[in-house]
């Protein structure tokens, strides 16, 4: 899958999704982009997933009309410690979220 990490999660999370195709959006030249001209920019280079700690996104945007598969994170930070024991449920949501949908991945 080609998954899109949101500039608020951090970047090592990259390392634990390795059977993926992750980037960063960061690494795309696309930090500070509002979130609509973010989901433009997701569904033209055609990735899958894209996954923020945003919870605030799905209430701003229109996701199920983007088509983004959407999972988002929810911890006590958006921090690496506090997000590393969301990754075996993280991936399991990968492979389960469909377009328009909105995941919530949480302990």
Do not use: Y
Not at 6 to 32: F, N, T
Not at 34 to 54: A, H, M, Q, W
Request: aromatic residues 2%; charged residues 25%; proline residues 5%.
């Amino acid at each position: 899958m080609r998954v899109l990490l949101d500039e608020c999660v951090p970047r090592p999370l990259k390392q634990e999704l390795a059977e993926h195709e992750v980037s960063i959006v960061q690494e795309l030249g696309w930090a500070g982009k509002r979130n609509g001209e973010l989901l433009v920019l997701i569904r033209s280079s055609d990735f899958e997933v894209f996954v923020t700690t945003d919870q605030n996104i799905e209430k701003q945007q229109n996701l199920s009309k983007a088509g983004v598969r959407l999972i988002v994170l929810i911890a006590k930070s958006n921090k690496l410690r506090a997000l590393l024991p969301l990754v075996p449920k993280l991936k399991e949501a990968i492979g389960k979220v469909t377009p328009g949908e909105v995941l919530h991945v949480e302990a």
